[in-house]
């Protein structure tokens, strides 16, 4: 079924957007991963490609070296603002330090240099930090009453808190990095008005990086700064990275997790009953929801590849769509239930390959300490509006998410 | 059952000490795998075998002591 001629017959398809259900991945892509692990996707400028649906066909080509990132596209979004962001973006030094446009050996000395405040132990010994910025979180949440927006008012916060900590900035920090990134990640702004974002944004990192050089801290920057492993443009291309990646995504996938356990009552009272259920609760989440909606950023074959039934041509470029492969029934029995008990491990939401997350294990304490704090505190949390009030993110954004979640207690 | 890490390729994303932590651990200068007990013991062969397995960089191979 899954022949070469088949793949190669099947019509280009722009990467379908469409969700029918709140929860669930457009169902176009189902239909597409049902005639085959891979069909042919028109990027938004045209230019032909591939849209990997099957698991096994995504994880091995994710860490196929023969792919590329250096000139990575999105497969979505006005071809103009995009393009012409890619353009500034790369004629910046700092673009440089930008470990998602990399590749070896750049990406693996500069991945390297950072890893060491990312690993399971590092990310472990932070559980007391990010146990009091939670708290903290939750007292202030008491102190305002309901209703809250559960977004603004606790994930945001207490994701950009963390990644503050990491990097070794003041938490009052937090807004000269959330502008800039909220900017970027908006499908509506203007070419014009993400450049000022990007400059902006260079610069806040600039600024610490100089902070960091006068007076150093126990932190990844000050670390960066004197151990002299990379120039200075990479460590303000690696910090700008860091800063956006490492709290709009928490933030999102937190706000939805909540959404998601209260939105169906025995899914929030599986895990109020038993709270240290939080790590197996927030892998299986991390699972069914896949927020990167579009997929991973484009990889582009460096030679002919041959991956299953498909041969990706040199200069070809690939996206592999997170949510489908996640809901892959070759990977994950009756994939569409959310289910506690699963062993969800292996699933793609944080990618796979070089370029996994590297946050990806304080990702999974930030929301793990979150998920426990909420239920423990707040065992009789609601949402405060109706389900169908809840507006959420279209499929233009680089992430799926609510744009605010109103609960009460 | 013995486990072989190629630091060639290791990313130090820490999937392996997440599966198996009494195996594996991270190096704190780079984060890079550390392979606590090379030769595994029979309790811990299938969550090693599934780190092997889910390893984004392909770094870890399992030689059976049959095979070597």
């Not at chain 1, 990997?52 to 070296?65: K, T």
């Not at chain 2, 009494?22 to 309790?43: C, N």
Request: charged content about 30%; some cysteine.
């Amino acid at each position: 079924m899954n022949s070469k001629q088949d793949a190669v017959a099947t019509e280009p398809v722009e990467l379908p957007s469409k969700r029918i259900e709140r929860l669930d991945p457009p169902p176009a892509l189902r239909h597409l991963r049902e005639r085959g692990p891979a069909c042919r996707l028109r990027f938004s400028d045209g230019q032909l490609g591939w849209l990997v649906l099957g698991y096994s066909l995504g994880r091995e080509l994710l860490v196929d070296s023969r792919f590329s990132v250096a000139d990575f596209v999105q497969p979505l979004g006005d071809p103009e603002v995009v393009g012409e962001v890619d353009r500034i973006e790369r004629s910046m030094p700092e673009h440089a330090g930008v470990l998602i446009a990399l590749d070896p050996p750049q990406h693996t000395r500069i991945r390297r240099a950072a890893a060491s405040y990312f690993t399971v132990k590092a990310v472990a010994d932070r559980e007391a930090a990010i146990e009091r910025i939670v708290a903290g979180r939750l007292d202030a949440m008491e102190a305002a009453g309901a209703p809250v927006d559960l977004l603004t008012a606790f994930a945001l916060p207490l994701s950009s808190f963390s990644i503050c900590e990491v990097l070794g900035v003041p938490h009052a920090d937090r807004e000269r990095f959330e502008r800039p990134s909220a900017v970027l990640a908006d499908p509506g702004a203007s070419a014009a008005e993400k450049r000022a974002a990007l400059v902006e944004f260079s610069d806040y990192c600039r600024d610490v990086v100089d902070r960091k050089r006068e007076s150093p801290g126990a932190d990844l920057l000050s670390d960066l700064v004197s151990s002299g492993k990379l120039s200075e443009d990479e460590i303000v291309g690696l910090a700008r990275q860091l800063f956006e990646a490492g709290h709009e995504t928490t933030a999102t996938m937190l706000t939805l997790s909540v959404f998601t356990l209260l939105s169906e009552r025995s899914r929030w009272d599986a895990l109020r009953a038993d709270p240290e259920r939080a790590a197996a609760v927030v892998e299986e989440l991390m699972r069914y929801l896949s927020i990167l909606q579009m997929g991973t950023f484009s990889r582009t074959a460096t030679e002919d590849v041959e991956l299953g039934d498909v041969v990706i041509k040199q200069g070809e470029k690939v996206v592999v769509s997170i949510p489908e492969a996640n809901r892959d029934p070759e990977k994950f029995a009756e994939p569409d239930a959310l289910d506690f008990d699963r062993n969800a491990a292996g699933h793609l939401a944080f990618g796979h390959g070089r370029h996994m997350c590297i946050g990806q294990h304080l990702a999974r304490w930030e929301l793990k300490v979150a998920l426990r704090g909420l239920v423990e505190r707040f065992p009789d949390l609601y949402l405060a509006v109706p389900l169908e009030e809840v507006h959420f993110y279209g499929g233009e954004h680089l992430l799926y998410g609510v744009e605010a979640l109103p609960v009460a207690w | 059952m013995r486990v072989v890490a190629d630091l060639d390729v290791c990313i130090g994303a820490g999937v392996c000490v997440l599966t198996a932590p009494k195996v594996f651990d991270q190096s704190s200068e780079d984060g890079q795998v550390r392979v606590l007990v090379e030769l595994v013991p029979a309790a811990e062969e299938m969550l090693v075998r599934e780190a092997v397995d889910l390893c984004p960089s392909a770094a870890l191979s399992i030689e059976d002591d049959d095979e070597s």
